[in-house]
């Protein structure tokens, strides 16, 4: 028994050393575990691009890319692009997508008539790709600067400009009366014609407040001239006076006309009743037989003095 008894304690001693050992071990495991930096996962490589980030894309060099969940072509297209998108931070261009369906907005600002639809943009000028939808052609377009032979967009229908605002606005405004009618429609359980009669007189009450909107903001800048003027009431007061003036004119000249009128049927009358006078039983003479007053007297005279010498002699 007194040989036994080392030998078990020489044992437990050996074994607590392992022990301590071991843990010394962990703990400097789990010291440089809990002292070393988090290893990050690889960022996604394709952005997106919505209505509050897409004035981005008018810096550096970007390829963007439209599209819509429900398309088939667009869904074809996707393995490739994600393949381009991982050599974008090597070669130094942002590789993007655009959902059409989520960023009307956008679709309008970019006139996005067909799906997919590709953009090139290199600080702020936009290019149409119009090449293979291969990740190869993707990579020679921009690595052999392809976009150079492309013509750029116009600055008038340019994103930033004042027509694309517009257009975006109005795509906007349409899918917002697509959501109204939809929530109308299936929600409320309104009727498709009582839809449209809504926004029938909505649009019609709209355009009334709009248009005297625009009377008001047009008289308040532009204002009349002529009722703001103080002598405008004098002004008219003084037309209307000389209107009157001429009004008064007038009729005294149609009255003198009338009067005119009236003496020369007046001569009228008295010549005819001196032709009457000089003939016998009041009818006019004959032709030839009618004298005037200056030739009756001569007559009366003459057949006067013969009388007279007649009686002289007898």
Known sequence: MACLLPS????????????????????????????????SAKPDSLREVTDGNWEDILTGEWMIEFYAPWCPACQQLQPAWKEFADWGEDMGVNIAK???????????????????????????????????????DFLSFVDEQKWKAV????????????????????????????????????????????????FGLATLFSGLALGL????????????????????????????????????????????????????????????????RGSPEGRPESKGQGFSDEALRKRVVGNREEDDDDEEDS
Request: proline share 4%; hydrophobic share 35%; glycine share 4%.
């Open 8 to 39: 078990s304690s020489s044992t437990m001693f050996s074994l607590t050393r392992r022990i301590r050992h071991r843990s010394w071990i962990y703990c400097l495991f789990l010291a440089i575990y809990l002292t070393s930096p988090p290893v």
């Open 98 to 136: 655009v959902d059409v369906t989520d960023q009307p907005g956008l679709s309008g600002r970019f006139i996005i008539t067909s799906l997919p639809t590709i953009y090139h943009c290199k600080d702020g000028v936009f290019r149409k790709y119009q090449g293979a939808r291969t990740k190869e």
């Open 151 to 198: 013509e750029p967009v116009s600055s008038w229908l340019g994103p930033s400009s004042i027509l694309m605002n517009s257009m975006s606005a109005l795509f906007k405004l349409s899918m917002f009366i697509r959501r109204c009618h939809n929530y109308m429609t299936e929600q409320l359980g309104i009727p498709v014609w009582g839809s449209y009669v809504i």
């Open 213 to 276: 909107l625009l009377v008001f903001i047009a008289d308040f800048v532009f204002p009349s001239r002529r009722f703001s003027s103080q002598d405008y009431y004098q002004k008219k007061q003084t037309m209307e006076q000389a209107r009157l003036f001429q009004r008064q004119d007038a009729e005294h000249e149609a009255d003198g006309e009338e009067d005119d009128d009236e003496e020369e049927e007046e001569d009228d009358d008295s010549d005819v009743w001196r032709r009457r």
